[in-house]
Each structure stands twice: as C-alpha cells, then as structure tokens.
C-alpha cells in the first residue's frame, strides 16, 4: 500500500546535527514533490521545505533556511532534511508528505 | 512572509453545518487544501484544489473558494468530525507553501 515512513529523530542538544529520513513505497516516487512539514508539541502545522520530483528545485521556510537541505534519491525512494544548527524551536514532530500521503512523523527534541 | 487566516474556533450542534474559512492574498491564484487533524494523529487531506474531495473521505466535506477567501463547509457534521483543520496553500511564486494556523471544530 502506498506509505511513508520517517525515521532519524531523537534528542540532540542545541547546535547540533540530525538527519532524517524518509522511505516511500506503493507509488512511483520520482513523479512527486516531495514536503517537509514539522508540528511543535501543542502548535499547529508548519510547512518547511519542498522539493521537485527530481531534486532540481527546492524551497525552504525562512525559519528554516540556511540550516536545513532537503535532498531526495530517487533510486532509493527515500526523501532526506538535513538539520544543522538546530534550535530549542525545531523541537517538533516532523512528517514528510505528498499531497494525501503522510508519514506518521518522527520526533525531533532540541534540549541540552 | 505570506500568512493564511483561520478562526481559530468554530462550534456547532450536530447535524448542522459547520464553515471554516481561510484568507489570503494569493487564493484568488492559488489551490487551497484542507486538512483534518484529530488528536495524536497525522493530518488527513479532505480537499485538494478547492473543491475536490479524494476518495474515502465523506461527502458531507466540501469545499469552494472566492476571491481571496476558501471555505471548507461540513454539511451535518458529526460527533467524529471534531477535530483541527488547516487549510494549506502557496504564495503568489507558487515556491513557498503555509498553513494557516488552524481552526478548533468542536461539535456538541
């Protein structure tokens, strides 16, 4: 069936690195845009970065930019967000997300 | 930065119907999606471009837009429906998306 499934989180102290993970099955990957999204614990749902289906184009939040990359491999039907100098604010759920497909999250907290 | 506006609350009786609106410069241009979200679960798409409704969900969901306005209409809403509901949406470059900041449905 078709599915999304994130991986990576954890709990990383302030100024450093996380890599997530994204794995799709049951669609053909490489014809979609794939989303970042990310939910703080008790806040509503925030839009972080996009990228096109195959990588050449990518969008980021501005709260976001300059510290998170969004990448994707095609040939893994994996979506990834490099997260660096992370923040006691990016502590969140994030999900990865296609249109009506969405993973179950992973949870990311920022806490020294 | 661009910004979608949501009530942040919208209450009715079962069986009645329940309007959620979102407004934003760029709708007159742009596709809004709603999203259901019940508690400790993933978001759910209930409308896509507007007024379509993917396969699966109710049709007691729908959904229109006007001008710089989208409303998400839930015609005899039940007990279940009771969740928050984003609608979701790009500036006018199409690059950068944005949620508006959810509206609370309670029905009772």
């Known amino acids: 069936q078709v599915q999304l499934v994130e991986s990576g989180g954890g709990v990383v102290q302030p100024g450093r690195s996380l890599r997530l993970s994204c794995a799709a099955s049951g669609f053909t990957f490489s014809n979609y845009p794939m989303h970042w999204v990310r939910q703080a614990p008790g806040k509503g749902l925030e839009w972080v970065a996009v990228?096109?289906?195959?990588?050449?184009?990518?969008y980021y939040a501005d709260s976001v930019k300059g510290r998170f990359t969004i990448s994707r491999d095609n040939s893994k039907n994996t979506l990834y967000l490099q997260m660096n100098s992370l923040r006691a604010e990016d502590t969140a759920v994030y999900y990865c997300a296609s249109g009506p497909v969405w993973g179950k999250g992973t949870t990311v907290t920022v806490s020294s | 930065s661009y910004e979608l506006t949501q009530p942040p609350s919208v209450s009715v009786s079962p069986g009645q119907t329940a309007r959620i609106t979102c407004s934003g410069d760029a709708l007159p241009k742009k596709y809004a999606y709603w999203y259901q979200q019940k508690s400790g679960q993933a978001p759910v798409l209930v409308i896509y471009e507007d007024s379509k409704r993917p396969s699966g969900i109710p049709e007691r969901f729908s959904g229109s837009s006007s001008g710089t306005m989208a409303t998400l209409t839930i015609s005899g809403a039940q007990v279940e429906d009771e969740a928050d509901f984003y609608c979701y949406s790009t500036d006018s470059s199409g690059n950068h998306w944005v949620f508006g900041g959810g509206t609370k449905l309670t029905v009772l």
């Open positions: 990228i096109s289906n195959d990588g050449s184009n990518k």
